[in-house]
């Protein structure tokens, strides 16, 4: 459960107690309920990879969000205690699942990454948008949107994928590589240090989601520049 606001929770569960069953399986998907705010995450930890998985939104929307857009999200690279961002989320790197706003970059718990990025901001909060073209910053910890809009109407299904070796982080939604940014890093005593492998992690947030046909392979090679053609991918996990 969470507060008005959304920033922090006003119970803890813990881990592996899920009595309202916010995270289940049916017909073969991953339901996310989103009534209670939390995550199901991977035993394993994941570097050098691909991973690719169809999404789509639910009907049922929950307090305090019944007003807004529908969120959740993927975490990767997540590292660390459950609960490190907001009392919700292990640090990590986020890529946003909200209506409109699919593939956005958020930095959970400092994290940081590099891009190519021009200013933007909603109202005071002040973030980046992604533009190749321009020039590269540096040691981000903020928002990154995507560019361009790929997502199917709410409802239908949309294929989402992260491709990611530690030096490279792609975004794409529906075949369209919509945010590329490089070098990622975490915090440990006091220094960015390289954060190249960590688990996978959903998030209820608010909203009913399902995701089905969740694949991941190791990459056999570095992620092409721009433009390239993308590595061949090996051994599926």
């Given amino acids: 459960p969470t507060t008005d606001k959304m920033k922090v929770p006003t119970s803890v569960r813990g881990v592996d107690n899920d009595p309202r069953r916010v ?3 049916v017909d073969g998907m991953l339901r996310v309920s989103g009534e209670e705010w ?5 035993l394993d930890e994941y570097e050098n990879f691909h991973l690719k998985f169809a999404f789509k939104w639910g009907a049922k929307k929950w307090p305090p969000r019944e007003g807004v857009m529908r969120d959740s999200g993927l975490l990767y690279y997540a590292v660390g ?18 209506e409109g706003d699919c593939a956005d970059y958020h930095s959970l718990d400092g994290v ?13 909060w002040k973030f980046y948008r992604y533009e190749p073209s321009l020039p590269l910053r540096t040691d981000i910890k903020a928002r990154i949107l995507k560019k361009g809009n790929f997502e199917k109407p709410s409802g239908e299904w949309n294929t989402m994928e992260v491709i990611a070796d530690g030096k490279t982080l792609v975004h794409i939604v529906n075949g369209h590589e919509v945010l590329r940014m490089a070098n ?14 960590g688990k996978f992690s959903l998030q209820s947030e608010g909203a009913e989601a399902f995701f089905k046909d969740i694949q991941v392979r190791k990459l056999g090679a570095p992620i ?9 991918s090996l051994g599926d996990r």
């Fill in 81 to 98: 205690k459950e609960g490190a961002q907001d009392g919700h989320w292990m640090r990590s790197h986020e890529f946003q699942l909200q």
């Fill in 38 to 42: 939390g995550s199901v995450s991977t």
């Fill in 112 to 124: 940081a990454v590099d891009a190519h990025v021009g200013d933007a901001n909603q109202g005071d």
């Fill in 184 to 197: 990622s890093r975490q915090t440990v005593d006091g220094k960015l240090v390289p954060l190249t492998r």
């Fill in 224 to 232: 092409a520049p721009a433009g390239r053609v993308m590595p061949r």
């Fill in 23 to 25: 995270f289940s399986v």
